[in-house]
């Protein structure tokens, strides 16, 4: 009996340590069809934008909320065409979130150079969460990403940042936050990635495939241990009994 409830407890510990990253939220930006026939973008209602798998949300902070044509859509946050780099399977290559330089400020500067794009989500049992993205871009489009986090929205945490002019080609952006105790477990967190460094009004950065993932959160082996002793314990009794 002891060798058995043994070799279930090292079994049930060596499956709990090895559980695999599951997916919280991803945003694939395949939806971005406006009502005219072959146009993309993005409208005011599409934000907040919902997560096409998994549950979260992205807005926009601080940009050119210009709109025009003939959809009412944003004249600098365009959807260009996206990629399967770091989609999930079975994803095709669609749209992108793309956002532009924006016009001249007024003061030497583009109306969405400091633009925030914030994802929030809810990480209950979840810990050691990674957020990525596939990302290319334009010589003259925003040159500083500043990747932040935040437990009320308001405050954010610089976490890390990728500077340089980004290239034509997709390549993978990610952040591992598994040392990050605050984003763990909570009913809501956000993450910001913040441009600048624009110099035209057209010059961009696409994201597609934004992906958060985390490891589902299992109990400390040692509360595992007493409950199943405790079970075994309790069984053994009830046996006891009714052999009389």
């Known amino acids: 009996m002891k060798i058995r409830i043994l070799t279930f407890l090292c079994a049930s510990m060596l499956l709990a340590s090895s559980a695999p990253a599951a ?35 992205i807005t926009l902070a601080n940009f050119d909320t210009t709109t025009g044509g003939a959809d009412g859509a944003y004249t600098f946050i365009p959807s260009f065409a996206g990629t399967t780099v770091n989609a999930q399977p079975s994803i095709v290559a669609g749209g992108s979130l793309s956002p532009q330089g924006g016009a001249d400020n007024g003061s030497g500067g583009l109306t969405n150079n400091g633009m925030s794009i914030i994802m929030a989500v809810d990480t209950t049992g979840y810990e050691d969460i990674l957020v990525s993205w596939a990302q290319r871009g334009t010589a003259t489009g925003f040159s500083n990403r500043q990747f932040a986090y935040s437990t009320d929205g308001v405050s954010y945490t610089d976490f890390g940042s990728d500077t340089g002019a980004l290239g034509s080609t997709f390549l993978v952006k990610s952040y591992d936050l598994s040392a990050i105790a605050a984003v763990e477990n909570s009913s809501t967190v956000y993450f ?53």
């Open 23 to 57: 997916l919280i939220a991803y945003w694939d930006q395949n939806s971005n069809d406006l009502p005219t026939p072959g146009q993309f973008g993005f409208v005011p209602a599409d934000f907040p934008q919902p997560a096409d798998q998994g549950a979260g949300t």
């Open 192 to 244: 910001s990635i913040t441009l600048d460094g624009a110099t035209s009004s057209t010059g961009n950065n696409r994201f597609d495939n934004i992906t958060i993932e985390g490891t589902p959160t299992i109990p400390e082996p040692g509360s595992v241990i007493l409950t199943l002793l405790s079970l075994a314990s309790a069984g053994a009794v009830s046996m006891r009994s009714r052999l009389g």
